[in-house]
């Protein structure tokens, strides 16, 4: 047996061992032997529905325990509304285990989208759009930052018994914030958290005039100007505290 042939014959032999194995790590044949019979989901699972999560995971889940792709199956699931995250596994000799985290809504994120206690960001289910969060509005890339001056004006205000119902960055860094009382609180750029803090110490004071705050412009070194709402029995009024230029 000459070189040429030899080398033909150890090709062949090495196929035919070799072909059966890529067959079944393909799902060419198999599927029906080593079957993925039972699907084990594991995590809080409210609001994805099993049979959206069957319908999604059916089509990998017939390839066999062999030939499933897992990341596909799993690229597939976190692409449904409701899923933060997902893992996908295979358990010998016929088990799919998925294990899934499904999004914590936070606060609304501009008009159409939620913000996740994780902090990621996904489109409004239909359920969930008169559902009472607060808003929250700026670059996609801040979220970490509109969250914490959020949580820092909530805190600020709580001693006043004030709510922080609304908070936005603009994009040129621009902040500006909704009590629940109705005041519109525009801060600007910078030294935010201070200019707050300088409000919320008078804002006891401010509280016992007839007339409500409907906005204070904070945007002043040392001071805030604040325009009354229509008393009872009157017109309205500015009234301004030791305003500076802007800054």
């Known amino acids: 047996m000459n070189a040429v042939l030899r080398i033909f014959v150890w090709l062949l ?7 059966p194995v890529v067959a079944v790590l393909n ?11 039972k699907l084990r989901v ?9 049979e959206q999560l069957q319908q999604v995971v059916l089509p990998y ?3 066999g325990f062999f030939a499933v792709k897992l990341q596909d199956a799993q690229d597939a699931i976190e692409k449904l509304p ?8 295979k358990q010998w000799p016929d088990v799919l285990e998925i294990t899934l985290v ?9 008009k159409d989208r939620l913000l996740s206690e994780q902090g990621k960001l996904f489109a409004t289910p239909q359920k969930l759009q008169d559902l009472a969060l607060p808003d929250l509005e700026g670059p996609d890339t801040q979220t970490g930052e509109v969250v914490a001056l959020y949580n820092d004006a909530r805190a600020l205000f709580a001693p006043a018994g004030v709510d922080v119902t609304r908070v936005r960055m603009d994009a040129r860094g621009s902040w500006s914030l909704q009590l629940s009382n109705g005041t519109e609180v525009v801060v600007g750029r910078d030294d935010a958290r201070s200019r707050l803090q300088r409000f919320v110490r008078v804002l006891p004071q401010l509280a016992n005039q007839q007339a409500p705050i409907e906005r204070a412009d904070l945007r002043y070194t040392n001071g805030f100007t604040l325009s009354w709402g229509t008393p009872a029995a009157a017109a309205p009024a500015n009234v301004a505290h030791r305003t500076q230029d802007r800054t």
């Open 13 to 19: 032999a090495l196929s035919l061992v070799a072909l």
């Open 27 to 37: 799902g060419w044949v198999g599927a029906e032997r080593w079957p993925l019979a």
């Open 42 to 50: 594991h995590g809080e699972f409210k609001r994805v529905p099993a």
């Open 61 to 63: 889940a017939q390839s």
């Open 82 to 89: 409701w899923v933060e995250s997902a893992q996908v596994r």
């Open 102 to 110: 499904e999004h914590q809504p936070f606060a609304r994120w501009g």
